[in-house]
């Protein structure tokens, strides 16, 4: 997709992330993936939806026998309710049993999604349990959570594209950009 496209508009002209950025982490991390996991195989496991674009540019790169799998969680009730439930969506489709986990996100913010799969895929006796996520937002942070594998660090603003949306849209855009405030506060 053209820089001058029309989605372009809605995100601030100075990108976060751009497209070979992204490209170029990626293929690090699918490195050091490899090598942690060189005599071993995984399961992917892509948390929808923000983590397919991520997902499917990051397998590609890692070079051990792997399989996919795919989960959807949800926050349930409102931001002010802290209670940190996580309502499952869609569950995996195979038992993971004995088998190498590893979770990939596009961003970790308050922590409490990736907290409550964790500790819900270890009581179903997972062999181990790793996370990949793009984007890191730590100042978010509500629960503590360990990443393996941080893409990266980025300050506490409304970050679209590359999978990431703003009411499910702009997830198309290749590259990482804010969000012009307009757009919401219209
Ligand atoms: C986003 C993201 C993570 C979660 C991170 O998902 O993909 O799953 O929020 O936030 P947390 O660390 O505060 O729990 P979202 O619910 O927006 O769904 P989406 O991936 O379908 O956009």
């Known amino acids: 997709m053209d820089k001058n496209s029309m989605l372009y508009q809605d995100i601030e002209s100075e990108l976060l992330i751009t497209r070979e950025k992204i490209a170029e982490r990626v293929r690090v991390l699918g490195q050091q993936i490899t090598r942690d996991y060189h005599d071993r195989s995984l399961v992917a496991v892509s948390i ?7 997902f499917a540019d990051l397998i590609r790169e890692i070079d051990v026998p792997l399989t996919i799998d795919f989960m959807q969680a949800s926050s349930y009730g409102d931001s002010t309710e802290s209670s940190g439930f996580v309502h499952i969506k869609k ?23 990736l907290s409550y799969l964790k500790t819900m895929l270890k009581k179903r006796g997972a062999a181990s349990i790793r996370i990949a996520t793009l984007l890191d937002k730590p100042e978010g942070r509500q629960v503590e959570m360990e990443v393996d594998y941080v893409g990266f660090i980025i300050p506490n603003a409304f970050v679209v594209g590359y999978g990431l949306d703003y009411a499910e849209r702009y ?9 012009r405030p307009k757009v919401y506060q219209q």
């Open 91 to 113: 569950d995996l489709d195979r038992s993971i049993e004995g088998k190498d986990i590893l979770l990939v996100e596009d961003i970790v913010d308050s922590g409490r999604t």
């Open 171 to 179: 997830r198309n855009i290749p590259d990482i950009g804010i969000l």
């Open 48 to 54: 929808l939806k923000g983590s397919v674009l991520f």
